[in-house]
């Protein structure tokens, strides 16, 4: 069974891409705050879930675009992922999140103790995530490092900037993957955590991530999606502290 507990074991299978009310889960992440979206209908895909992993402590889920990591505020932005998990999965607990229009690969805790053991090693980045994007336009050279300070675009929240003054350290090392057709595919690994970091980073070169309904514009903006997807994760197991690496493959 899907729901079942016990000794670790791997496996992708699907999970059915029902809602359940917010109050089922709501209460039981690391973080009280609820998601903000763009002005617009939330009409998140219903298509199965695709579990990557699950044993006695952690279920692995790749998130889909569209889908919110938690809810939102209001019935109507009650459906999310940790929501849908909760049917199957009683115990879950959230570690971390994605942006709703960000998809690929997210952990969930299902005991407290791997609830505290995961959020500290998110909390000291000991946690190694790595994305890809397609971005605008073709980036001069084969890689670096964008470092600069982010902060709440407060006129505009939930939009975040770059900020000398106020901001917090936000760093994002990208290495080109191809060029061509006047965008670029990008890697992007982020060594801080900050909201919107790598939208903002891709922004700040000029290079923003198409179909970013916050930071693109005109054209850029003019895609079904956007295109950013976390293609891996690695992590220590709660149990054990082994090395252990998630991946989902990147749909666009």
Same mark, same amino acid.
């Given at each position: 069974?899907?729901?079942?507990?016990?000794?670790?074991?791997?496996?992708?299978?699907? #999970?059915?891409?029902?809602?359940?009310?917010?109050?089922?889960?709501?209460?039981?992440?690391?973080?009280?705050?609820?998601?903000?979206?763009?002005?617009?209908?939330?009409?998140?895909?219903?298509?199965?879930?695709?579990?990557?992993?699950?044993?006695?402590?952690?279920?692995?889920?790749?998130?889909?675009?569209? #889908?919110?990591?938690?809810?939102?505020?209001?019935?109507?932005?009650?459906?999310?992922? @940790?929501?849908?998990?909760?049917?199957? &999965?009683?115990?879950?607990?959230?570690?971390?999140?994605?942006?709703?229009?960000? *998809?690929?690969?997210?952990?969930?805790?299902?005991?407290?103790?791997?609830?505290?053991?995961?959020?500290?090693?998110? /909390?000291?980045?000991?946690?190694?995530?790595? &994305?890809?994007?397609? %971005?605008?336009?073709? @980036?001069?050279?084969? *890689?670096?490092?964008?470092?600069?300070? @982010?902060?709440?675009?407060?006129?505009?929240?939930?939009?975040?900037?770059?900020?000398?003054?106020?901001?917090?350290?936000? @760093?994002?090392?990208?290495?080109?993957?191809?060029?061509?057709?006047? /965008?670029?595919?990008?890697? #992007?690994?982020?060594?801080?955590?900050?909201?919107?970091?790598?939208? %903002?980073?891709? #922004?700040?070169?000029?290079?923003?991530?198409?179909?970013?309904?916050? &930071?693109?514009?005109?054209?850029?903006?003019?895609?079904?999606?956007?295109?950013?997807?976390? /293609?891996?994760?690695?992590?220590?197991?709660?149990?054990?502290?082994?090395?252990?690496?998630?991946?989902?493959?990147?749909?666009?």
């Amino acid at each position: 069974m899907l729901g079942q507990r016990g000794r670790s074991r791997r496996r992708a299978g699907p #999970l059915a891409g029902r809602a359940v009310p917010a109050r089922a889960r709501a209460g039981t992440g690391a973080e009280s705050a609820r998601a903000v979206i763009p002005d617009g209908v939330y009409d998140p895909p219903r298509d199965p879930l695709r579990i990557l992993h699950d044993d006695h402590e952690i279920v692995v889920v790749e998130k889909p675009a569209g #889908l919110l990591s938690v809810p939102g505020k209001g019935e109507h932005l009650a459906d999310c992922l @940790i929501a849908r998990l909760a049917v199957a &999965y009683p115990s879950v607990l959230l570690v971390h999140r994605l942006d709703r229009d960000t *998809s690929g690969v997210m952990v969930f805790a299902l005991t407290p103790h791997a609830q505290r053991h995961l959020g500290l090693q998110f /909390e000291k980045r000991q946690v190694k995530k790595t &994305y890809v994007a397609r %971005v605008w336009g073709e @980036i001069a050279g084969d *890689s670096g490092r964008v470092d600069l300070p @982010i902060a709440v675009d407060w006129p505009n929240r939930p939009r975040q900037k770059i900020d000398h003054d106020a901001g917090r350290e936000a @760093i994002t090392d990208w290495q080109a993957i191809r060029r061509g057709e006047g /965008e670029t595919r990008v890697r #992007l690994t982020p060594q801080t955590g900050r909201s919107h970091q790598l939208r %903002v980073h891709m #922004l700040a070169l000029g290079h923003p991530i198409l179909g970013d309904p916050f &930071y693109a514009t005109g054209a850029a903006r003019d895609f079904p999606r956007m295109m950013l997807h976390a /293609e891996s994760l690695r992590l220590r197991h709660p149990d054990g502290g082994r090395q252990v690496r998630f991946h989902s493959p990147v749909p666009f």
